[in-house]
């Protein structure tokens, strides 16, 4: 069939996902949620690969892609961010990841709606780019939340200490290890439901934080506070907007980009999306809203109200609850409570983003495992729709959170930290050339713009923009790996406690070269077919002539919003 009947609402041949045309699902309601014995077994998926589950709604999207990844990155990061950059850095930084994140996200969106594949931007870097390098992002997404998963488990008995610094931390550990196990028996809705409802008092919080933070920066705080009178930008005057010059804006790009980590996550699920057709594309736009409203207007109130050489921020670290500028803006202000409210958010956030590690973890591994580039073993779906080895392998990584315990526990976790920190920018860079790919091999095989039902707002010069940014943040980063804050030139060990990320990447990029002996793929080798999800043509056409005979100030507010 042509590209002309395609654009003109006669649909192409139906190019399925695999295994697609024979997944069963179970029907008893213990088995399809995973509460029985039964649940465990293999499912009989049919022909083809195994499918995961399709229980996520358009609520989960949503919510996923606005609130989904905010955690302590944003929490509580951005304290030693605003120490290191001051309020001027720390601004205008997170707004040069916004950028790159809304064209990262549209590039996804637009790949995602056309294929949505378990594994997604991993199997895009191995269809439109190199499949040794399609195998590095892979394993290096793999490796980036199964260190997570630990990482964010030691938050969170940091968190509760904050109340309470008495009890070990390994029991709070030992908790909060099992409400994420018991979240990930519910499979795929567990992870949807309880990231709606974490994300709904994250999102509540922030905008609570904002209004707060409004009024007292006009000064209407309590009496005995901080903020009893007009507050206004003297912190930017005095002690000023930015600190440590250059390497101040370089350094702080990097909590920018773990605080961003995760947005790609809604691409991930959208294989397990009832109709991501009709979802995908309304919460890819929900990006914006998150951008915007709650990272930069967030982080331009905490600038406002906490200076930067603040004594509690002198020891900042990502993981130190008592030096967020959320909390302190509660002491500060005399807001009882508020402190308290926000270390319940922050836990909230924390045991959140957990919950996503082993999500996108275990996907990701099944996805490994279903193209040969993992063991066999963890291609095994439930009846419940679990990857069922994938999940368990990645839940073990948070005994590793035990090791804080040990003496030496806070430097094996800098090296952890360093592993993840990074990692997310070589995932975000794929995406984008593979968008950029993607689009050149679609015009090769003689198809038109038109044929895509969900395009990226910047077309492929956003996804250009992207990887600009994305080159430009490591740049940045390369340089204070080089010479720190406060030094001329630092030694190998605080080197690659910055960029260890970029050794283990190449690492695994040589690792699928050996074993698979593939390059880089030219464009008439790029299949653009297969995996390609039937649309309702009739549906997207009326939609478009609709947007069509609408001003221009309309179309654009309906293509953002």
């Given at each position: ?461 956003g996804s250009y923009l992207g990887i600009f940014l994305i080159v430009l943040v490591l740049a940045a980063q390369f340089y204070v790996a080089v010479s ?78």
């Open positions: 069939m042509s590209s002309k009947d395609e654009k003109e609402g006669n649909p192409p041949p139906a190019y399925t996902s695999a295994g697609e045309e024979g997944v069963v699902r179970a029907q008893d309601f213990y088995t399809r949620n995973g509460l029985n014995l039964e649940s465990f077994k293999m499912r009989d998926y049919g022909k083809g690969i195994v499918e995961l589950d399709r229980s996520m709604k358009p609520r989960h999207l949503h919510m996923i892609a606005i609130g989904g990844s905010i955690g302590a990155g944003f929490f509580v990061g951005s304290g030693s961010a605003l120490r290191t950059g001051g309020p001027g850095f720390l601004l205008i930084d997170f707004i040069i990841i916004g950028v790159m994140m809304f064209n990262v996200v549209y590039a996804l969106g637009e790949l995602a709606v056309m294929f949505p594949i378990s594994g997604g931007f991993y199997t895009y870097a191995t269809r439109f780019i190199d499949p040794s390098w399609g195998f590095a992002m892979g394993w290096n997404y793999v490796a980036q939340w199964a260190v997570v998963v630990p990482l964010e488990l030691t938050v969170c008995a940091i968190s509760i200490s904050y109340w309470n610094a008495e009890i070990s931390s390994a029991v709070w550990i030992s908790v909060f290890w099992g409400f994420i196990i018991f979240v990930n028996v519910f499979g795929t809705l567990g992870y949807a439901e309880e990231e709606f409802w974490s994300s709904l008092i994250k999102l509540s919080a922030t905008v609570i934080f904002i209004i707060i933070a409004f009024v007292l920066v006009l000064g209407g705080g309590p009496t005995d506070g901080q903020y009893s009178e007009y507050w206004g930008a003297r912190l930017w005057y005095e002690p000023g907007a930015f600190a440590n010059g250059f390497k101040g804006f370089c350094s702080v790009f990097v909590t920018a980009a773990f605080a961003f980590s995760g947005t790609e996550l809604v691409g991930l699920a959208a294989a397990e999306a009832d109709n991501p057709t009709k979802s995908l594309p309304s919460a890819i736009k929900q990006v914006f809203w998150r951008i915007t409203l709650f990272y930069v207007l967030g982080l331009l109130f905490v600038g406002l109200l906490i200076p930067y050489n603040d004594p509690h921020l002198l020891n900042a670290s990502s993981d130190d609850v008592a030096a967020s500028p959320f909390v302190l803006v509660g002491q500060y202000a005399g807001l009882y409570g508020f402190n308290h409210f926000m270390n319940v958010v922050i836990l909230v956030s924390v045991i959140s983003i957990s919950v996503s590690g082993v999500y996108g973890g275990s996907r990701t591994l099944t996805a490994l495992a279903q193209e040969g580039y993992a063991p066999k073993l963890f291609t095994y779906v439930d009846k419940s729709g679990r990857p069922l080895f994938s999940v368990i392998a990645i839940l073990l990584f948070g005994a590793l959170a035990y090791i804080d315990l040990a003496s030496s526990g806070e430097v094996v976790f800098s090296w952890l930290q360093a592993l993840s920190g990074l990692a997310a920018l070589f995932t975000w860079g794929s995406i984008c050339l593979s968008h950029i790919r993607f689009r050149h091999a679609w015009a090769y095989h003689g198809h038109t713009l038109d044929e895509i039902p969900f395009k990226a707002v910047g077309g492929i010069y720190p804050i406060g030094k001329n030139l630092g030694d190998a060990e605080s080197f690659f406690n910055s960029y260890l990320a970029l050794p283990v990447v190449l690492a695994f990029w040589l690792a699928g070269f050996l074993w698979k002996r593939q390059g880089w793929l030219r464009t008439a080798q790029m299949d653009v077919d297969s995996g390609r999800r039937e649309h309702n043509w009739d549906e997207i056409n009326a939609h478009r002539q609709q947007l069509a005979a609408m001003p221009a100030w309309k179309r654009l507010f309906h293509t953002i919003f």
